[in-house]
């Protein structure tokens, strides 16, 4: 896709990404959105997010991301961007619903392509990754490629999960010829925690219990406790890799009440377990090896639920290699 060619003639295009952005969604939007601004004459362009979280404010143009949804601007373009379904867009699904024209780009294998143009390529590492293929490296601008590089490195765990290819450390060293400091990028959205994110940190890990064996690692989060603090869900970024980063375990799974009975589950694997078949399977979408979803109810038949879908599988994949 030629993306300069898709907006000829175009005056006015909005993006969006998908409900609580994580660092891929927000790096997407934002350097997509600086290198339409500057390369394509008396374009106006328009990022909605429903919040961008303090440690993504580093990035040039952060400020500027719309978090009202009350206007009912219509846009001649609109782009989905490292959104699997139109209803994660959230707030901002109007403005896709009524855009002349819909442009998704994506990495989620579940992502059945809804939008009017689809560019979904599940083998590459982020959406950022997917951007950057799509854009002339000599027109990307230091502010682009501070957000395109963001985004990798948060998808890729700083390039330490198995999405990382090649091709994803060739896009990274391009961004980084730019002019990046991918220093700074790297330590203030990635390492750098509050005070509040390492308390629920220690709390999730002091509570955590392992299942199947020890094959699985499982931690959850309340609602009081979470209110105790002052936090919100983004505090919560990190949890679940860092759980997963326990010697012996396959697969890790953390949950966070965001209503009454209601919890945000994240899960993370290594080599067996296909979090996005578990994830699809109860309403929710990702990766293979990340993946999430929303469940309802009491937390020990939803951790017992996800449990059992996991032990399927590490017990299949341990029957096929015997067979």
Do not use: W
Request: hydrophobic residues 40%.
């Amino acid at each position: 896709m030629n993306l300069l060619t898709e907006l000829e003639g175009v005056s006015k295009v909005a993006m969006a990404g998908h409900l609580r952005p994580d660092g891929d969604a927000i790096g997407a939007c934002i350097g997509l959105c600086h290198y339409l601004r500057e390369n394509v004459p008396g374009l106006a362009v328009t990022v909605y997010m429903e919040d961008v979280p303090p440690q993504y404010h580093l990035l040039r143009g952060a400020d500027e991301v719309r978090t009202d949804f009350s206007s009912d601007e219509k846009y001649e373009v609109f782009f989905a961007l490292d959104c699997a379904d139109a209803s994660r867009l959230g707030k901002a699904r109007k403005y896709f619903d009524s855009a002349d024209r819909t442009i998704c780009i994506d990495h989620h294998v579940s992502n059945p392509g809804y939008a009017d143009a689809n560019v979904i390529l599940p083998d590459a590492s982020s959406t950022s990754e997917i951007i950057c293929g799509l854009l002339d490296e000599e027109r990307i601008s230091v502010a682009a490629a501070e957000a395109l590089y963001l985004g990798i490195v948060h998808d890729t765990g700083v390039f330490r999960h198995s999405c990382t290819a090649p091709e994803t450390m060739e896009m990274a060293a391009k961004l980084m010829r730019r002019g990046i400091d991918s220093t700074r990028i790297i330590n203030e959205s990635f390492y750098d925690k509050t005070y509040v994110q390492n308390q629920l940190l220690g709390r999730a890990l002091s509570r955590s219990v392992l299942l199947l064996n020890g094959k699985i690692i499982f931690s959850y989060m309340r609602m009081k406790e979470m209110e105790l603090y002052g936090a919100v869900s983004n505090d919560m970024e990190g949890i679940v890799e860092t759980l997963m980063g326990t010697t012996g375990t396959e697969a890790s799974i953390f949950m966070y009440e965001t209503a009454p009975d209601e919890y945000k589950v994240s899960m993370r694997s290594r080599d067996i377990v296909d979090c996005s078949v578990i994830a699809k399977a109860l309403g929710g979408g990702g990766h293979v090896r990340a993946a999430g979803c929303s469940v309802y109810g009491e937390i020990c038949d939803a951790v017992d639920t996800i449990a059992h879908h996991m032990e399927e599988q590490i017990l299949n994949a341990k029957e096929e290699k015997h067979a």
